[in-house]
């Protein structure tokens, strides 16, 4: 597990094999004993074969090839839904449609998906990790048929690996750690902490091709530009209500 872990890769490219569903269905039920909030289970996950939804769910994730190639694609959603459903026919009051359950249901759902995907990559199974799922959720809403009370997070395509990609830069140990207290970064300690990714020479080609000064210019001026993130941001906000979600 621990080698898992460390050699963890974003894979987009698989093979023609077929994922059994007894082989899924165990992946899915490692999934379902990771921690939760309150043992509510606040999430579900709609999974996807048919080669036809999956074309219906590539706009919405800007048409990333993984989504239409991929055997599998696990789109993991926040559910109050069904605990609400449960509660009224126990004739129990509720009041989970506020920004706590919405949390609590965020945070079930993500320790979910990545036991899932721990769970994928131990038996031999490639994934990616999408998060166009909340750029389009009123989108995938529609494709998917999801109720009000459920919320698309985040999506997985997963599939048996057709490449093997080089390990992605990660900031180092200390520039994520706080010992007992949070210390806040000197600029000495942003130039450290982020030195070893901006020397990447994949991130150095990245600057080129955007060409942009720095990396932090590519981050903050191209990927995920203000005027995206406001948009996005209004789009997500506007699909949480309609959704009941707050």
Avoid at 199 to 216: C, T
Wanted: proline letters at 4%; a negative charge.
């Amino acid at each position: 597990m621990i080698s898992s872990l460390t050699n963890h890769r974003s894979i987009r490219r698989y093979t023609d094999k077929d994922i059994s569903r007894e082989l899924l269905a165990e992946i899915l039920k490692a999934g379902i004993r990771a921690s939760n909030t309150g043992n509510m289970q606040l999430y579900s996950v709609v999974v996807t074969r048919d080669a036809a939804l999956k074309r219906q769910l590539a706009p919405a994730h800007f048409n990333q090839p993984m989504i239409t190639n991929a055997p599998v694609v696990l789109t993991f959603c926040a559910d109050i839904n069904r605990f609400v459903k449960w509660c009224r026919l126990r004739n129990a009051n509720v009041g989970f449609d506020n920004a706590e359950t919405l949390v609590s249901a965020i945070i079930d759902t993500s320790l979910f998906a990545q036991n899932v995907c721990l769970s994928a990559e131990e038996h031999g199974l490639g994934v990616c990790y999408l998060g166009t799922t909340t750029y389009n959720p009123d989108q995938i809403i529609r494709v998917l048929n999801l109720p009000k009370g459920v919320m698309p997070i985040t999506t997985v395509s997963v599939g048996f690996p057709a490449e093997t990609p080089e390990l992605t830069s990660r900031l180092p140990l200390n520039a994520v750690v706080h010992d007992e207290q949070y210390h806040d970064y000197s600029d000495a300690d942003i130039e450290n902490a982020y030195l070893e990714m901006e020397k990447d020479p994949k991130n150095q080609v990245f600057i080129q091709e955007n060409k942009k000064e720095n990396l932090a210019q590519v981050f903050a001026e191209v990927r995920y530009a203000k005027e995206s993130n406001e948009h996005f941001s209004q789009v997500l906000l506007d699909t949480l209500k309609q959704q009941g979600m707050i």
